[in-house]
């Protein structure tokens, strides 16, 4: 069975960080581009940065030079270092994987950021 399980989400102070972590089972982890995503109650849901099975990174607008996605193939895990925190980056985070159009998700861990 596919599971991606996240950890690491919780409530922190604007300017703050968190590190998300994602464990992923019962598939080839390496061949999948692997993902984060968000939603904010009332908004889509929106990628939020992807590593590919290559390392290459891509990373949505409003998270560059504050966030960074990293992967490791050896322990099936993906990360999001989230930095500088804002209350606009409070949503639900899914981490995702993605191989020839099929996406597992895992069940989302909530970020809140309030003072």
């Known amino acids: 069975q596919v599971q991606l399980v996240e950890s690491g989400g919780g409530l922190v102070q604007p300017g703050g960080s968190l590190r998300l972590s994602c464990l992923a089972s019962?598939?080839?982890?390496?061949?999948?581009?692997m993902g984060w995503y968000r939603q904010a109650p009332g908004k889509q849901r929106e990628l939020v940065a992807r590593i590919t099975s290559g390392g290459f990174t891509y990373y949505a607008d409003s998270v560059k030079g504050r966030f960074t996605i990293s992967r490791d193939n050896a322990k099936s895990t993906v990360s999001l270092q989230m930095n500088s925190l804002g209350p606009d980056d409070t949503a639900v985070y899914y981490c995702?994987?993605?191989?020839?159009?099929?996406?597992?998700w895992g069940q989302g861990t909530q970020v809140t950021v309030s003072a």
């Open positions: 019962g598939i080839s982890f390496r061949l999948y581009t």
């Open positions: 995702s994987a993605t191989n020839y159009g099929v996406d597992y």
